[in-house]
Nanobody, 127 residues
Framework: QVQLVESGGGLVQAGGSLRLSCVLS????????MGWFRQAPGKEREFVAA????????YYADSVKDRFTISRDNAKNTVFLQMSSLKPEDTAGYYC????????????????????WGQGTQVTVSS
């Protein structure tokens, strides 16, 4: 059984930085493409970033491009989301997800492409 556990959320001032982590257990991590999504109160879950199983391909939502960086360490079964220049509108619950299929940027931004989800970690950016 695959499990994902996120950590690293918290309260930060606008302009600050946070690094989220997500650890996968129960399967071989390097076989999974990984993604980050977020959901603010009263809003739909939205795509943030994705990374292929090898780390060779990444994909970002326009709203976070040049501010957020997704990376992974397959030796540690962990995917990271480095968030910089945070804005109040980045406030949301952040969720990591795993997809055990061939990577495609055409689908990596769609929640339905992912098989497993974590419970989320809250990020709050104060103005």
């Amino acid at each position: 059984q695959v499990q994902l556990v996120e950590s690293g959320g918290g309260l930060v001032q606008a302009g600050g930085s946070l690094r989220l982590s997500c650890v996968l257990s129960g399967r071989i991590f390097s076989r999974y493409n990984m993604g980050w999504f977020r959901q603010a109160p009263g809003k739909e879950r939205e795509f943030v970033a994705a990374i292929s199983w090898s780390g060779g391909s990444t994909y970002y939502a326009d709203s976070v491009k040049d501010r957020f960086t997704i990376s992974r360490d397959n030796a540690k079964n962990t995917v990271f989301l480095q968030m910089s220049s945070l804005k109040p509108e980045d406030t949301a619950g952040y969720y990591c997800a795993a997809a055990g299929r061939s990577y495609s940027s055409d689908y990596a931004g769609q929640a339905s492409w992912y098989d497993v989800w974590g419970q989320g970690t809250q990020v709050t950016v104060s103005s």
